[in-house]
């Protein structure tokens, strides 16, 4: 655990996710532990502008432990 760590409907939420992935993760209900957003990227949620903000992804932990991007931020002002 570490200071940016949630519990949400069962799955853990590690680091700075975004609201809009939680909400994602929810709806889908999917086979896996929780989602992680390592390090802390510029533009995050509660780190700096998100007009400035760089590229990051949210990762989806399976149930066994292996890690996939869930979701992809690109860089601020590049299209989604």
Request: charged letters at 20%.
């Amino acid at each position: 655990m570490s200071c940016h760590t949630a519990k949400v409907d069962g799955y853990f939420i590690e680091g700075l996710v975004p609201a809009s992935a939680i909400k994602r993760l929810t709806a889908s209900n999917p086979d896996a532990l929780g989602l992680a957003v390592p390090a802390m990227p510029y533009g995050s949620p509660g780190m700096g502008n998100e007009v400035e903000r760089e590229a990051f992804d949210v990762f989806i932990i399976s149930a066994k432990g292996t890690a996939e991007v869930f979701k992809h931020y690109p860089k601020a002002g590049i299209p989604v």
